[in-house]
Nanobody
Framework: QVQLVESGGGLVQAGGSLRLSCAAS????????MGWFRQAPGKEREFVAAISWYGGNPYYGDSVKGRFTISRDNAKNTVYLQMNSLKPEDTAVYYC?????????????????WGQGTQVTVSS
């Protein structure tokens, strides 16, 4: 198993930036592809970004392309989500997830472990 803990959420004005972190413990972090999802009140969980176990093949949801960047540091057992040019519609709880699949894609069911989430609120 792997345990995931997100941090870095908060309140930011539109146009601002935040960097989320997800620290992993348990089984070998570098064995997992990692993803970020988000969920706003009353909406389904939405794919944000994912990255392969070695840090290659990053891919993004259409709504965040060009604004968000996913990265990972296997030496620190941590995955990051740099969020720039934030918009009020980015407001959500952001979740980190781990998958044993090499390229799990954007589907929620492809991920095996989840963190508890961190709130991001973007004010207009």
């Amino acid at each position: 198993q792997v345990q995931l803990v997100e941090s870095g959420g908060g309140l930011v004005q539109a146009g601002g930036s935040l960097r989320l972190s997800c620290a992993a413990s348990g089984r070998t972090f570098s064995s997992y592809a990692m993803g970020w999802f988000r969920q706003a009140p009353g909406k389904e969980r939405e794919f944000v970004a994912a990255i392969s176990w070695y840090g290659g093949n990053p891919y993004y949801g259409d709504s965040v392309k060009g604004r968000f960047t996913i990265s990972r540091d296997n030496a620190k057992n941590t995955v990051y989500l740099q969020m720039n040019s934030l918009k009020p519609e980015d407001t959500a709880v952001y979740y980190c997830a781990a998958s044993i699949a090499m390229l799990p894609g954007p589907k929620v069911y492809a991920y095996d472990y989840w963190g508890q989430g961190t709130q991001v609120t973007v004010s207009s």
